[in-house]
């Protein structure tokens, strides 16, 4: 499964999830490239904060009896806006039982993904917590929480489909997917016919309607689906073996405060806390590894 563990770690935690059910597409969660490249100059102004014995951004948040998270806001079901207008999701909610365990008001800023990183390097906020996936780049230049998100790939059919069981049977098959999407590049890796469509809700209703064999997408957009659409006839039959893995991204020289973070995420996961917060968005507990 190494070419799909690969696909995973393109796509990103939720290359795949967009507000609304979801989609193949690139999403809100891609590389920002731009942002990373300016880490370097908050990386050497965090060493010069630090000769200067200048309070590190615990230690501030711990006086002003605040943290602040940088999230989009407009990405359910991890940061959107309820119906009331209410700043609400996954990732709004373990941000608020982190700083409640931390004894600190939770603010959040709402920015888009694109500049979501650079906001981080300039110091308009303390952390962001937006499903960033943790990859090997990013560590090299800013420090992660233990995650608290696992996605894995799956292989989504027709509830009475019994022909497809695993990825390998994909071959010959019709596969509903974005065209221009890592699922599809993965799909057709197994021998998948790709049948094009503009996006997750497309492509999983042409499976319902027996137009396509399969469609490949990440297991939380296959779970938040089935949250707003108990009775629709799909079903999972193959599951990825490799997880990508999100968490809450610290600046490099903030390891008090990663510290602080991972102690208390421990808390909520051995309380239960994260474990009902994701049973609550997605029907399951993603916030375990499989």
Not at 94 to 112: C, M, R, S, Y
Not at 191 to 217: C, H, P, Y
Request: glycine fraction near 8%.
């Amino acid at each position: 499964m190494k070419k799909l563990a690969a696909a995973l770690l393109t796509v990103g935690v939720f290359g795949t999830i967009l507000t609304g059910c979801g989609s193949e597409e690139a999403s809100s969660t891609e590389t920002n490239t731009a942002g990373e490249a300016s880490a370097e100059a908050g990386s050497e102004a965090g060493q010069a904060k630090e000769e200067s014995g200048a309070k590190t951004t615990y230690e501030t948040a711990k006086e002003n009896g605040y943290i602040t998270f940088a999230t989009e806001g407009t990405y359910a079901p991890y940061s959107f806006h309820d119906d009331s207008d209410k700043l609400t999701g996954f990732d709004v909610e373990v941000a608020q039982a982190i700083a409640d365990k931390l004894g600190l008001e939770a603010k959040f800023t709402e920015t888009q993904w694109d500049g979501i990183i650079a906001g981080l390097d300039a110091g308009k906020y303390d952390a962001i917590a937006n499903q960033v996936s943790i990859t090997d780049e990013r560590k090299e230049k800013y420090l992660f929480s233990d995650p608290y998100t696992y996605v894995y790939g799956v292989v989504i059919v027709n509830g009475d489909n019994t022909d497809i069981n695993s990825f390998e049977e994909l071959k010959g098959k019709d596969v509903a997917l974005t065209v221009t999407s890592n699922w599809a590049e993965l799909a057709e890796s197994y021998g998948g016919k790709i049948v094009s469509t503009n996006g997750f809700s497309e492509s999983i209703q042409l499976v319902i309607q027996g137009r396509a064999d399969a469609t490949v997408n990440d297991n939380v957009t296959f779970l938040d689906y089935k949250a707003n659409q108990p009775d629709a006839n799909a079903k999972v039959v193959a599951t990825s073996d490799e997880a990508t893995e999100s968490a809450i991204l610290i600046r490099k020289d903030d390891s008090d405060l990663q510290e602080a973070v991972n102690s208390v995420l421990k808390e909520l996961r051995d309380d239960g806390t994260l474990k009902s917060i994701s049973e609550k968005y997605f029907g399951e507990d993603i916030t375990v590894a499989h």
